[in-house]
């Protein structure tokens, strides 16, 4: 067999087993634009806030 009739045959036995790749999604169609309102930022930074969240093993074992 040459090497081409053994890639259209691979092709083929792709082709039969997983059948058509699924339409092209558009860029449009991925993404969504929301309106952002100015005063809830969520995840924003806190210092006051952020020594609650603050791990060290050092400071733990009381190093």
């Known amino acids: 067999m040459s090497e081409e009739s053994m890639q259209d045959a691979a092709a083929a036995v792709r082709h039969a ?11 449009e169609d991925m993404t969504e634009a ?18 609650k969240y603050y791990s060290c093993l050092a400071l733990d074992l009381g190093l």
């Not at 087993?17 to 860029?27: A, K, M, N, T, V």
């Open 17 to 27: 087993r997983y059948g058509r790749l699924p339409e092209r999604i558009r860029f």
């Open 34 to 51: 929301a309106e952002a309102s100015p005063g809830a930022v969520r995840g924003a930074y806190d210092p006051e806030g952020s020594w």
